[in-house]
């Protein structure tokens, strides 16, 4: 089966430090999504991405924040200056948006800010 | 907004027995999804459902989805060890794509 694939699987940065959070979807998928999952609780919506945009986004993905698709293969999750609540497992998904289709995750990226 | 609530959030049960977890969701959805999570892992696809009436199994699995009742329901059928995790139904709505998740329901299988 295709797999969504993410780098690293963990980072540990200092507070107000950058981090880039890097995917890699499904070649034939059109629509991205970041999300995230604190803990012990429920996955969270950060952001959609369709056409080369953002096609969505909640009141997490605040200025901090931003996504790109540099280079047509290869998604990224950037968070400007990092705070001690972004700690959080960050994953990505991907969707060719066909009816009928499977949502896909990737393994995660596990972010722990100090 | 699209709300997604389960019920219950915790479930411990022994082995052999059925149980169902249920899932609401607040306005008109597209699509509904199951997953199953492991600890510290990523989400693994179960289901998709599409229509109302829609009902799939997988093995001790079997989802079904009533769309006028906006509710779907997860059955386990004589469960075994192996289906210990976390079960999130998520719906989704066509034209911004964006899946909205309930709360998950922990399920302990006890031998």
């Known amino acids: 089966e295709p797999e969504v694939t993410q780098t690293p699987s963990h980072q540990v940065t200092q507070m107000g430090q950058e981090v880039i959070l890097r995917c890699v979807p499904i070649s034939n998928h059109l629509y991205f999504y970041w999300y995230r999952q604190i803990l012990g609780q429920k996955v969270e919506f950060l952001v959609s991405?369709?056409?080369?945009?953002?096609?969505?986004k909640s009141e997490i993905f605040d200025d901090q924040f931003s996504v790109e698709r540099p280079d047509g293969s290869n998604f990224t999750l950037k968070i400007r200056s990092t705070k001690l609540e972004d700690s959080a497992m960050y994953f990505c998904a991907s969707i060719g948006g066909q009816l009928n289709e499977k949502l896909f995750f990737g393994s995660g990226t596990q972010l722990s800010v100090l | 907004e699209l709300k997604v609530e389960q019920n219950p959030l915790f479930l411990s049960m022994q082995e052999g027995k059925n149980y169902t977890i249920y899932c609401n969701y607040s306005?008109?959805?597209?699509?509904l999804y199951w997953y199953r999570q492991d600890p510290g892992k990523s989400l693994e696809s179960l289901f998709v459902?599409?229509?109302?009436?829609a009902v799939k199994q997988e093995g001790r699995l079997m989802a079904s989805l009533d769309t006028k009742a906006r509710l779907s329901t997860l059955h386990i059928t004589a469960a075994v060890h192996d289906l210990s995790a976390t079960y999130f139904c998520?719906?989704?709505?066509?034209?911004?794509?964006?899946?909205?998740f309930g709360t998950g329901t922990r399920l302990t299988i006890i031998p």
């Open positions: 991405f369709y056409n080369n945009e953002i096609s969505e």
């Open positions: 998520a719906a989704l709505t066509l034209g911004n794509e964006k899946l909205t």
């Open positions: 306005t008109t959805s597209d699509r």
């Open positions: 459902l599409l229509s109302n009436g």
